[in-house]
């Protein structure tokens, strides 16, 4: 037991001392490699010390070689502005120079002309005393012609004037008179091919417009539902549209009657979605038709804007582009009021360009012309003055109102685009089919067209077309040959015009053909 105390205390007293060993070796070799890196730093700092000496040297070269470059830059520059310098106290030397020489030379015109304005004044002091001598010797003469004529030179004068005044007023009535006889036939001649140009290159349809409407329905049961109980719906239809609804024993069908276009409208419409929706009582029928106003609002708005676009008109008052949508629903004895606004506005446009206006302007007079025939209300103010009235209130120019107000002759024309517009909107009423006045007169021609025809012999049949321009007469083939349709063509034509009045010419075309007919059994 002792000897293993003994061992063990000999075992820790060896790792003491190696480790005491190891420490003092430990710390003899740090000494000496912080004495190795003191040695390395000195060096190192020695190194850098010169690197940045030989650095500063170079730079210092540098910064001396950029100082001498700069410098002869300068020197550069300084000399080429004296060089300037120098050239504009040269430019300037001799501008002096010029300037110096050009005054001297002024000098010896103003010399000249000083010898000149001298000269001048002779001669003027000279031409007056010459002037003064013709004028005495003029006044001696006429003294001595009024002695020898007995009147006095004022008097001679005044009647010398008095017999050219004579002469030149007869010379000019002459003139004047063979002046209007050949404007009078060459005005006659122009304005009828102005017309005839116009008529000719412009073509509408014709449309005619009633008072009545016709709303087709389905079957008879359902007038008894629009009808209502103890007519309730009916009652509440007409009080909502101003329009009179008339049911009687026509199969499937109702007549809506109302001189308003539009009332009548909005009840076609109106009745439409009722009978398709199928509930049918007065508070429907109410909201229906209050809908359908509005639409119809709509619409005549959307038919102003494209009517102005299609004529190219541009710059319209909103207030007269709604105007011009309502003509839709307007009529003019049986004539669509805006149908024939857009065909007085087309052959306005056409007429003015033919005789050098301005076409546009026409165009918009032409279609706003008949404005005045759908107020809002009743008005005693004859439509035309309307019109002019509302152009002027939406700031038309005043070529366009007189043209409104004056196409019926209601105030004075003043202006070119007036006539134009009076002839236009002739030519598009007395269009044959037109209005129902004229419509009567319309058919009666073509009717006795056709009687002239079938008054020949060996005629079958006769159809007057092209608004009565052309008659188409089917002779039969067994009675009229190829020799006789000519010459019956031509006797026609010369019955037609002996005894019947027509605008335009009328063509007469006699038609024969041979037909073989047999049946295959």
């Known amino acids: 037991m002792e000897l293993t105390i003994t061992a063990i205390a000999g075992v820790i007293i060896g790792f003491a001392l190696a480790y005491i060993l190891g420490r003092f070796f430990q710390k003899k070799r740090a000494s000496s490699i912080i004495n190795q890196a003191k040695k390395e730093a000195k060096s190192i700092l020695k190194e850098a010390h ?82 003064e001598e013709v004028d005495k010797a003029h006044e001696s003469i006429v003294k001595q012609l ?70 087709n329905l389905e079957s008879d049961d359902v007038k008894g539902r629009i009808i209502g109980r103890e007519g309730r719906n009916i009652r509440a239809l007409e009080a909502a549209t101003g329009v009179e609804i008339i049911v009687d024993d026509t199969p499937e069908a109702i007549i809506l009657s109302c001189f308003d276009s539009v009332r009548r409208e909005v009840a076609r419409l109106s009745l439409h979605k009722l009978v398709t929706d199928g509930r049918i009582h007065p508070a429907r029928i109410e909201e229906v038709v209050k809908k359908t106003r509005k639409q119809i609002d709509e619409e005549i708005i959307e038919i102003g804007k494209r009517t102005v676009i299609d004529l190219g008109i541009h710059g319209l008052h909103p207030e007269l582009i709604k105007t011009v949508g309502r003509m839709k629903y307007r009529s003019s004895y049986g004539q669509n009021l805006l149908q024939h606004s857009r065909e007085v506005a087309k052959l306005c446009g056409v007429m003015a360009a033919e005789l050098g206006l301005n076409p546009k302007l026409a165009k918009r007079a032409g279609l706003l012309h008949d404005i005045g025939k759908v107020p809002d209300t009743e008005t005693e103010v004859p439509h035309a003055i309307l019109g002019m009235q509302w152009a002027e209130k939406y700031g038309e120019k005043p070529e366009v109102c007189n043209a409104i107000g004056a196409h019926h002759d209601e105030i004075e024309m003043t202006s070119l685009l007036s006539p134009i517009i009076q002839v236009c909107d002739a030519i598009s009423g007395a269009r044959p089919g037109a209005r129902r006045q004229v419509l009567d007169s319309y058919i009666q021609r073509l009717k006795d067209l056709e009687d002239i025809a079938f008054g020949f012999g060996g005629v079958k049949k006769a159809y007057a077309i092209q608004a009565g321009r052309e008659l188409r007469v089917i002779v039969e ?19 037609i015009q002996t005894d019947m009045t027509y605008p335009g010419q009328v063509k007469v075309t006699v038609i024969r053909e041979t037909r073989a007919v047999n049946i295959a059994k």
């Open 477 to 495: 083939s067994e009675k009229v040959n190829d020799d006789k349709a000519s010459s019956l063509s031509f006797d026609i034509s010369q019955k």
């Open 50 to 131: 010169s690197e940045g000496e030989s650095k500063k040297k170079d730079k210092i070269l540098q910064a001396k070689e950029k100082f001498i470059e700069l410098k002869a830059e300068h020197e550069k520059v300084i000399l080429s502005r004296d060089k300037k310098i120098a050239d504009a106290e040269k430019r300037t030397r001799d501008k002096e120079s010029h300037v110096s020489s050009e005054l001297s030379k002024n000098k010896k015109l103003n010399s000249e002309l000083e010898a000149k304005l001298k000269e001048i004044d002779y001669k003027s002091e000279y031409i007056e005393k010459k002037q």
């Open 146 to 215: 009024e002695v020898i004529s007995g009147i006095s030179a004022e008097e001679a004068k005044t009647q010398l004037i008095e017999s050219l005044k004579e002469t030149a007023k007869t010379d000019a009535m002459a003139i004047i008179q063979d002046t209007i006889e050949e404007a009078k036939l060459t005005a006659q001649q122009e304005a009828k091919k102005i017309v005839i140009n116009t008529i000719q290159r412009i073509g509408t349809e014709e449309a005619v417009d009633n008072c009545v409407s016709v709303f």
